[in-house]
């Protein structure tokens, strides 16, 4: 008896211990260095964007109110945000669709200043993905909540609902109330402000509805330390097709970790040399332009028609590649590229092609190579960081896109087309470019250029 009651005793002490640890876990949790991003009276360090709908300070609580007649709108901090712990509660009419904007950005030529990035939903409707995560004006769903019962019950409506978002290198993660809601693992941006959404409405929807936000406070220190960890499975978008990319009939061209798929464009197998798969990127390697080192343009296997295509690619100093379509490997079976049409891939601050093609600028990035000029305007990102190519071709109407903006447009097999071939170095090849079908290939010019995330629709 007098053994147990020792025991018991112990047991009480190492409880107690553990209460008193958790107790200051929490404390230090509480202390974490958290600073406001809204003084409670005033809008000082925020700006609006987009739209025209309304913002006011009502009880200690920013108000945002609905406006016919105008676009999205957004009320955005003036300082720009990289990795970061936010909190904050909001108060949404039932009638609403909002947003929180993390690491977004309004750019002049994107869109005209579009307001675009991530947006954690709010979203009080039946379908309830509220903290899920959306793209706002580029691409659509990343993160829904359609398995998610937990997160989604956990919506409160007509009363206030606590969101929790960590953005922390190429990962976010958000929590509804306390339940995990999404994870994501995506690089797209790395940094920009934070916005608070008021979402246009049709004619018949009322004018006025108002959401709510208040308590918004943010970390940026030591976030390793604060950060918590959440139980769901990443949702992971490199070499993976979103929700809404599946359902609207994408499929990878490229599975993200083999060769299956792709050949050598003058080989019966994928090169020996030259190509490397390193983290999910398909790179051709640097040779400085010499054939001997070179593993030369890789094609798909199959042939397309009338498609989009999509992929990423980064640029080294200096560098040269391109994306073709409609090739014909049959042609030009000795030195060079194979012959297709090419979206541009060109460093063009450092490579001396930016200046040459038939017209000065026809052999910058985005353009079709040798034969029309890229939009001037076009919206660059750094050496070192991604950029997007979407090509669209249907019924002979071509579209180059660039970082999601279009750059050019024409008409294959047009008098207007054929006589901008005439003038090029193209004229050689007759009916150039006007095949039916044809491969997709991806060019080794002697540079080094990572490409991921390469996607094919067929229209």
Request: hydrophobic share 35%; glycine share 10%; aromatic share 10%.
């Amino acid at each position: 008896m007098k053994k147990r009651e020792r025991y018991t005793a112990r047991t009480v002490l190492t409880l107690l211990a553990l209460v008193i640890l958790a107790g200051c876990g929490q404390a230090s949790k509480d202390s974490a260095p958290w600073v406001s991003l809204f003084d409670g009276k005033t809008l000082n360090g925020w700006t609006t964007k987009g739209g025209e709908a309304k913002y006011a300070i009502t009880d200690g609580a920013i108000v945002g109110t609905t406006v016919h007649r105008t676009p999205n709108t957004f009320l955005t901090s003036n300082e720009l945000y990289g990795d970061f712990i936010l909190e904050l509660e909001y108060l949404v009419d039932s009638t609403m669709n909002s947003g929180i904007q993390v690491r977004s950005n309004s750019i002049p030529n994107y869109y005209d200043g579009r307001v675009h990035g991530y947006q954690i939903e709010i979203d009080p409707s039946q379908r309830a993905w509220s903290a899920g995560i959306y793209d706002e004006a580029r691409r659509g769903w990343l993160n829904p909540l359609t398995e998610n019962k937990a997160a989604q019950g956990a919506f409160k409506q007509n009363a206030w609902n606590h969101y929790r978002i960590e953005a922390i290198g190429d990962t976010l993660k958000t929590w509804i109330n306390g339940v995990p809601a999404a994870y994501l693992i995506d690089d797209a941006t790395a940094t920009g402000f934070i916005g608070l959404q008021v979402h246009s409405i049709s004619e018949d929807q009322k004018e006025g509805t108002e959401i709510k936000w208040r308590k918004l406070r943010i970390l940026t220190q030591d976030l390793e330390k604060y950060s918590t960890p959440s139980p769901l499975e990443p949702m992971v978008t490199k070499n993976r097709l979103t929700q809404h990319e599946a359902k609207d009939g994408w499929k990878l061209l490229w599975d993200g970790n083999t060769t299956h798929g792709w050949r050598g464009a003058k080989l019966e197998h994928f090169p020996e040399k030259g190509w490397v798969i390193e983290n999910g990127e398909l790179i051709v390697l640097s040779s400085g332009g010499g054939e001997a080192e070179a593993g030369g343009d890789i094609v798909t296997e199959k042939k397309y028609d009338n498609f989009e295509v999509k992929l990423e690619f980064k640029i080294t100093e200096g560098a040269n590649s391109g994306i073709k379509y409609y090739v014909n490997t049959d042609l030009n079976k000795g030195e060079g590229s194979s012959i297709g049409l090419e979206f541009q891939i060109l460093d063009d601050a450092r490579h001396p092609d930016a200046k040459k093609g038939n017209h000065e600028g026809s052999r910058t990035l985005g353009s079709l190579y040798d034969l029309i000029q890229a939009d001037t305007n076009k919206l660059v990102h750094p050496i070192g960081d991604w950029n997007t190519a979407h090509i669209i071709s249907k019924n002979n109407h071509v579209e180059h896109w660039l970082n999601g903006v279009k750059v050019l447009e024409y008409e294959r097999k047009s008098e207007a087309y054929r006589q901008l071939v005439s003038e090029s170095k193209y004229v050689k090849w007759p009916k150039f470019g006007e095949a039916d079908s044809g491969n997709i290939l991806l060019q080794d010019h002697g540079d080094r250029v990572a490409f991921r995330n390469i996607k094919i629709k067929q229209l």
